[in-house]
């Protein structure tokens, strides 16, 4: 389709369109965020919603599964959001800190800010720091990303979030939870810009809860990983909601810098979870996994895209889906390895497990390499349990509900212990155990 050829909008796009034109003037920004604003907003009227004549898009079709859009999330009391923390488990009794932003926006008196002050960590509200000298920074995306259609409909509609700013040399002694909290009917825009200082070290964990039935979730995390800085990220996407659940990573590395990040998916209809990592520096190492689970006619999308710009860094990306029903899941994963990022070392696996025959697995896995001096493969792979192992397991008396529940267990666990957080592993090997007892 040509780029100028007007387009006729959709329900949904139309609605978006009204939706950004009514909310513009009560938005938080300086004149430059709006005008950025007003750049993605406008992208929104000529191109609509990202779809499948959009390669990035062409498995994942955002505007076919958007049939109406809701309006913005009205802001939350404390005591709203409360009682959606009481009934969230999200990481259990595993000790942290919290931050909560609940309807896309920051509640200070639910977070744990004055303990973190204490740890080096510096918390302020994004809605504030739009409107600083720096806002326009702050919506700012890498090369990798431009155009994207997720980024920009966050970018327009942004409600609100938080920035983590962790000490030069600090290192955090309990993960850090972004907790996002859903208190009623509506869309939540939020996004979050972690900034690790040289030398600091941060253990994230990223959850959502409530009522996701109304409305899309669109969340972008920013990391700033700076020289000798590490940051580790576990994102869990649970829960059964049926709007679109839409997330995206952006992450900027200095040199001798260390990201490890594993997005967990289990449950919603239609998520999207990418990932843009850029290698700043040289010498430095990023570990990306993914575990999906869907069933039903669910639609779970794992994107990534690892720009190799400097020398001497490695990439490592290991990803693995297991699809019951009717349901989809995606796999597109690229490494770009520049014509002087000689020395790189960039590995990217995806294996799907079908558990029935209704169910689609698309695997793009993708290299592109203008440096010869470089260890760089991808692999790919789609089956069904092993009949021979399965088969093995029941000789022994084990039912075969049970060997099955064993043999995938093994498939995912594989992937959560190899990202090797022993605090969340046994919690996310029951998320697994407890989505294989419900299938059941």
Not at 122 to 140: I, K, P, Q, S
Not at 266 to 281: C, E, I, L, T
Not at 331 to 336: F, H, S
Not at 386 to 396: G, Q, S, V
Request: glycine share 10%; proline share 2%; hydrophobic share 45%.
């Amino acid at each position: 389709m040509n780029a100028n050829t007007p387009i006729t909008h959709t329900q949904a796009e139309t609605g978006l369109i009204a939706r950004y034109d009514s909310a513009r003037a009560g938005f938080a920004g300086t004149d430059a965020v709006i005008a950025l604003r007003d750049a993605a907003a406008e992208q929104l009227r000529r191109k609509g919603l990202p779809h499948r004549r959009v390669e990035e898009y062409k498995y994942t079709d955002l505007r076919a599964f958007m049939k109406s859009s809701a309006r913005l999330s009205a802001a939350a009391s404390a005591d709203e959001a409360r009682a959606v923390l009481e009934a969230s488990d999200g990481f259990g009794d595993l000790g942290r800190y919290r931050i909560v932003i609940a309807n896309g926006r920051f509640v200070e008196a639910l977070s744990d800010v004055a303990a973190l002050a204490g740890e080096g960590v510096t918390v302020t509200d994004f809605t504030e720091a739009l409107g600083g000298d720096n806002g326009a920074a702050l919506l700012a995306i890498p090369a990798s990303a431009e155009g994207d259609g997720t980024l920009a409909l966050n970018t327009a509609f942004v409600q609100g979030g938080v920035m983590l700013s962790v000490r030069e040399g600090a290192e955090v002694s309990k993960p850090v939870e972004l907790l996002h909290v859903v208190a009623g009917e509506g869309a939540q825009v939020t996004r979050c810009r972690i900034a690790v200082a040289p030398g600091a070290k941060l253990k994230l964990l990223e959850t959502f809860a409530g009522n996701t039935s109304s409305g899309e979730t669109n969340a972008v995390f920013d990391y700033d990983i700076a020289d000798s800085a590490e940051l580790t990220v576990t994102r869990l996407i649970d829960g059964d909601g049926e709007g679109a659940r839409l997330f995206t990573t952006l992450a900027r590395l200095g040199s001798e810098a260390r990201f490890h990040t594993l997005g967990f998916i289990a449950g919603p209809s239609f998520v999207r979870n990418q990932q843009f990592v850029a290698f700043a520096g040289e010498n430095s190492e990023a570990r990306l996994f993914g575990v999906t689970m869907a069933r039903d006619k669910a639609l779970a999308d794992q994107t990534l895209i690892v720009d190799h710009a400097v020398p001497n860094c490695s990439s490592r990306e290991f990803f693995k889906t297991v699809l019951d029903d009717e349901a989809r899941g995606v796999y597109q994963g690229r490494i770009n390895v520049a014509p002087h990022a000689q020395k790189t070392d960039g590995e990217m696996m995806t294996q799907a497990l079908l558990l029935s025959e209704g169910p689609e697995m698309a695997n793009k896995p993708e290299l592109e390499i203008f440096a010869d001096d470089v260890l760089c493969a991808h692999g790919a792979t789609s089956g069904q349990i092993d009949e021979d192992l399965l088969f093995y397991l029941r000789a022994r008396g084990i039912p075969e509900d049970e060997a099955k529940t064993l043999l995938v267990l093994a498939f995912l666990s594989e992937a959560i212990e190899e990202f090797g957080e022993d605090d969340v592993t046994g919690m996310l090997e029951e998320r697994v155990r407890a989505w294989l007892a419900a299938r059941s």
